[in-house]
């Protein structure tokens, strides 16, 4: 048998050890991924603690994580929309009064109204006017216009006055189409309240010099002027009379 040869002396190899195979992307099991997006800090990867947080789209960062990021400058690509504070809000979560620590299968959170544990499996909501999470189940079937839980007002002809919770991939493109409407909203008004300011002020600095050249023109004449006025003009009289008194001696 010829043993085929390389250029270097070696084995040539064949070509099924050259062309290496194309890998399957990695999927993540969509049950588990709704799980760790229900339980864990979205930036640390930590349990979820109170204080909890959600962006505009549905992340959930324990507090100080994300604001310690945010001190550092330090702030994943992928939450890049999150530039302060005013892109975060507070969410308030029920304690599961039978969770356990050191049980996987516990979870710290539920429903107060339905009492279902947030857990990934079961859909959650956070009303966005008052920052509940509750059970979508619970959310749907009583009827409110105010939040079951601390009886804040909830306006129920907003169709986006909820967050889902975990988002679908489908609730995902809505929600980042409302978080650039919005932004897109705080600029405009941003850049019409500078304009306004800067009208504003261009205004009160052609003001004054008007006002004042139109003061001077109507302001009357002062009681001192008056007399003083009035002063020179008997005494040219006098001296008038004077000469005349003076011209008419022999």
Do not use: W
């Not at 710290?108 to 059970?135: E, M, Y």
């Not at 978080?179 to 504003?200: F, H, I, V, Y």
């Not at 004449?221 to 020179?232: D, I």
């Amino acid at each position: 048998e010829i043993e085929e040869m390389g250029c270097d002396g070696g084995t040539i190899p064949k070509r099924s050890e050259q062309v290496k195979e194309k890998r399957e992307p990695e999927r993540t099991d969509p049950v588990e991924r709704a799980r760790v997006k229900s339980t864990l800090c979205s930036l640390s990867s930590e349990p979820l603690v109170a204080p909890i947080v959600y962006d505009d789209l549905g992340n959930l960062f324990n507090k100080e994580a994300i604001i310690s990021a945010l001190v550092d400058k330090i702030v994943p690509i992928e939450y890049c929309h999150i530039r302060g504070l005013k892109d975060l809000h507070p969410v308030q979560f029920t304690a599961n009064p039978q969770f356990k620590e050191d049980d996987n299968q516990s979870f710290p959170f539920q429903c107060p109204i339905s009492g279902l544990v947030f857990n990934g499996q079961h859909k959650f909501v956070i009303i966005k006017a008052c920052g509940c999470a509750l059970s979508q189940r619970a959310f749907n079937e009583i009827k409110s216009d105010e939040c079951l839980q601390c009886r804040t007002k909830i306006d129920v002809n907003d169709s986006n006055n909820t967050m889902p919770l975990p988002p679908t991939e489908e609730e995902l493109v809505t929600l980042t189409k409302l978080m650039e409407e919005r932004k897109q909203k705080l600029a405009a008004e941003k850049s019409s309240k500078k304009r306004k300011a800067k009208d504003k002020d261009q205004q009160q600095n052609t003001q004054p010099k008007k006002k004042l050249k139109s003061e001077q023109e109507s302001k009357p004449l002062s009681s001192n002027s008056s007399r003083s006025t009035h002063g020179l003009k008997r005494k040219r009289t006098e001296e008038k009379n004077t000469s005349n008194l003076l011209n008419n001696i022999p």
